[in-house]
């Protein structure tokens, strides 16, 4: 996932293609948090249906493996083909098993919301299947006690998400949801944040923040300009040179690789 990664309620399957357009085919169909308990079985039953007769194949957010309503997911998702699956409330990378199992062929994004999640997610990002870490940053407030949003708290778990990430060998992290709907600049100064610490996207709870957070993961034309003249120069093939005053080494090399992935 790339960019910006948008969650739609399952139980309202009206705004299925909608969403699937407006997130250019980055959606996740939630089964979870958007869906009260009453309406879970009906979610099911639309997501299933859309996933079989659209022809796309969506992420799905099931509900936590311990709760009561996972052997309700599976039975459910059984034998469709999907984009991926979101675990919300990963602890260990054992917990994974039990999903890996029933879907060895689908990418597994275990959501990282509590401080034992965070304390273990080198291993979780290790376990079969892990595409990429994501990160609940609303629910490891909760956790700790602490009100949302502390910026040492957010610092500390993006840190330690990009650095497993890294460590595990997978693809950098997706970041929290910004939980404000009527402003997507806020959604887009927090992107842009997520983004210099080395998260390749950021999740989105409504249409209107796509474009914004997609905006702020695409490096600016001043960075664009510095990675081409330093490969350009790295690839004359003259030694030891200098761009704009800094010497060009292998990392310097590869950050300028790593801005123009960014771009596409």
């Known amino acids: 996932m790339r960019g910006a990664v948008l969650f739609t309620p399952g139980d309202r399957p009206e705004r299925f293609d909608k969403g699937w357009a407006a997130s250019r085919g980055r959606l ?56 991926g699956m979101v675990i919300p409330k990963v602890e260990h990378a054992n ?7 029933n879907w060895p062929a689908v990418d597994l994004f275990p959501l990282i919301e509590t401080p034992r999640g965070l304390e273990e997610a080198v291993a979780i990002g290790c376990a079969p299947g892990v595409r990429q870490l994501l990160l609940g940053a609303l629910d490891l407030h909760a956790d700790c006690g602490i009100a949302f949003p502390h910026p040492a708290l957010v610092a500390h778990a993006r840190l330690r998400l990009v650095l497993a990430s890294r460590t595990s060998g997978i693809a950098a992290p ?12 806020a959604a ?7 983004a210099a610490l080395g998260f390749a996207a950021k999740l989105c709870i409504h249409p209107g923040q796509v474009d914004a957070v997609d ?5 600016s034309p001043e960075e664009l300009a510095w990675a081409r003249e330093v490969l350009d120069a790295a690839g004359a093939g003259t030694g030891a040179v200098q761009v704009r005053g800094r010497m060009v080494d292998a990392p310097v090399i590869a950050s300028a690789r790593a801005i123009l992935e960014r771009a596409g």
């Open 28 to 83: 996740i169909l939630d089964l979870e948090d958007a869906v009260a308990p009453e309406r879970k079985a009906a979610a099911r039953a639309a997501v299933a249906a859309w996933a079989r007769g659209s022809g796309r194949r969506p992420l799905v957010r099931v509900n936590a493996i311990a709760s009561p309503f996972f052997a309700e997911d599976r039975a459910a998702l059984a034998g469709l083909a999907l984009g």
């Open 95 to 101: 917990d994974l098993d039990t999903v890996h199992a």
């Open 174 to 185: 997706v970041d929290s949801p910004h939980p404000s709907v009527a402003e997507p600049a």
């Open 188 to 194: 887009a100064d927090d992107a842009r944040a997520a």
């Open 215 to 219: 905006e702020a993961f695409r490096p």
